[in-house]
Nanobody, 123 residues
Framework: VPLQASGRGTVQPGGSLTLSCATSGFTLEDYSVAWFRQVSGKEREVVSYISAADDDTYYGDSVKGRFTISRDDAKSTLYLQMHTLKPEDTAVYYC?????????????????WGQGTLVTVSS
């Protein structure tokens, strides 16, 4: 399952950025999908996910109210809209997909990963 993430960039604190994760050759809505992020020296943490079974969404406490995950099934693309960005949001962001109908916060739950895309929040 190929996943191609894009949208890397540097933004000032308080700014916005949208990440995209394009897929091809499979039906995205059949998979649970997620965004994770990782800072050097730390474990990969979940940012948000959508479960395939019921489109239930989850957001990590640190991004709740600022980030929005969405999926365009016609374009087979997953998005992460990020607003009111903070320096602590600086990380490499990864999109991921799982055949599991219910997603979890555990990175090991996801079988397919896109390459990381770097987001830097700095003045």
């Amino acid at each position: 399952v190929p996943l191609q993430a894009s949208g890397r960039g540097t933004v000032q604190p308080g700014g916005s950025l949208t990440l995209s994760c394009a897929t091809s050759g499979f039906t995205l809505e059949d998979y649970s999908v997620a965004w994770f992020r990782q800072v050097s020296g730390k474990e990969r943490e979940v940012v948000s996910y959508i479960s395939a079974a019921d489109d239930d969404t989850y957001y990590g406490d640190s991004v709740k109210g600022r980030f929005t995950i969405s999926r365009d099934d016609a374009k087979s693309t997953l998005y992460l809209q990020m607003h009111t960005l903070k320096p602590e949001d600086t990380a490499v962001y990864y999109c991921a997909a799982s055949v599991a109908r219910i997603a979890t916060r555990d990175a090991a739950w996801f079988e397919y990963w896109g390459q990381g895309t770097l987001v830097t929040v700095s003045s």
